[in-house]
């Protein structure tokens, strides 16, 4: 099938080279004239593994291109909106305009028939009023949320755990809905499940599963707060919680919380979006899961303040990471990079070090000290942080290689991610996040 995605950054580029890999003809829109470039020239943007392999390969084989024009798109059978949708400047509401720019671009090229399928995370109601303006044109909008996880982005595009498609009951959303499993038939056919739904719900989907996950992360967290001033241990409370079937492990990780370009965003939007509704006491709860998911970071700071004495000025603090995550270079409201910042405006000495985003970081926050190797920014240090649970730190650095290049064996584990009693049997002054 002939498709075009509009907006290519994180998402975009993703969805373009995976649909590409399954057989479909795309081509990707940008404004960005470097990025089209780059992307045109099989080259990803950002750092996300098996990216740059399927942009290789669906240059080579001809099925994807590149073009700043939006003419380019004319043609195809399928346009994916994939615009970004960042918070408003001074206020927590998504800033529509690039969507609502995409749409405009599109409509001159769009022919009956043709379908929108929107990706971007909007407000719930967004879609409606895109199928309005688009009406006259005879294509049908239909909204196709996505769940991907940085660094997982290309196996959660090829293997989804579910696909949603929200549309209209009338016979054009019936037609839509039928091109979109005809996209995604590998998917399908393997098992995936397909659920259709209406416009609304396929637009709540997505802003009430970044919702939960966010609060149960600060869920995590607010234990978290609670053990370190009862003496408890935070991680073995989250293995304990994590055996009850209704309540699971995966997202107990207790530590300095989540970031990215997503998560944080999208909740403050879903929470201004409910109170737009009429709705705001219902999510409520979601100003207090932000609450604790910023005090976190501070709470990282205060232990390595206390760690060191109280005395952080002039220290040497060595940081491993500066991405939000692992498997990612993305920094946009990274805990990582808000602790480093924070040490060094209290006077400490910081060197930053991370596998993939440190260029990103040293653009950011030129202040700090940076080091691409490891073993470099931990030569001298008074302390270490962990604050990205990258593999080269959680497994691959031991104790005792550590300790024979640092100049103060203190440790805060910022994720949670060491063995502490391994750590401690090496001599080291541990201390993670909410463990005793």
Sequence with gaps: MRMSVIGCGYLGAVHAAAMA?????????????????????????????QLSELLAEGRSSGRLRFSSRMADAA?????????GTPQTPGGHAADLRYVDAAIDGLLPHLRAGDVIAGKSTVPVGTAARLAARVGGSGATVVWNPEFLREGWAVHDTLAPDRLVVGAETDAAGARAVDVLREVYIAAVEA??????????????????????????????????EIAEASGADVALLADALGHDSRIGRRYLGAGIGFGGGCLPKDIRAFAARAEEL????????????????????????????????????????????????????????????????????????????????????????????????????????DAIVIVTEWDEYR????????????????????????????????GWQYHGMGRR
């Design 21 to 49: 890999s399954i057989g479909h003809d795309v081509v990707g829109i940008d404004v960005d004239e470097r990025k089209v470039a780059a992307l045109d020239a099989a080259t990803a943007p950002f750092f996300e593994p």
């Design 75 to 83: 043609g195809a059978k399928v346009h994916f909106l994939a615009v």
């Design 191 to 224: 098992g995936t499940p397909f659920l259709v739904t209406d416009l609304a719900t396929a637009e709540l989907v997505k802003g009430a599963a970044n919702a939960f996950l966010a609060t149960k992360i600060s869920f995590i967290n607010a234990m978290a």
């Design 278 to 381: 009429g709705r705001g006491e219902a999510v409520g709860f979601l100003h207090e899961v932000d609450a604790i998911n910023l005090r976190r970071r501070e709470r990282a700071v205060r232990l390595v303040v206390d760690a060191l004495g109280g005395l952080v000025f002039g220290r040497r603090i060595a940081v491993l990471g500066a991405a939000f995550k692992p498997f990612s270079d993305d920094i946009r409201d990274s805990p990582a990079l808000d602790v480093a910042v924070r040490l060094r405006g209290l006077g400490a000495d910081v060197v930053v070090t991370d596998p993939a985003a440190l260029d990103n970081a040293a653009a950011a926050h030129p202040q700090l000290g940076y080091a691409r190797d490891r073993d470099d920014a931990l030569r001298e240090a």
């Design 395 to 426: 497994r691959d650095l031991s104790p005792a290689h550590a300790g024979g290049l640092v100049r103060g064996r203190i440790v805060i584990d910022g994720r949670n991610c060491l063995d502490a009693a391994a750590w401690r049997a090496a």
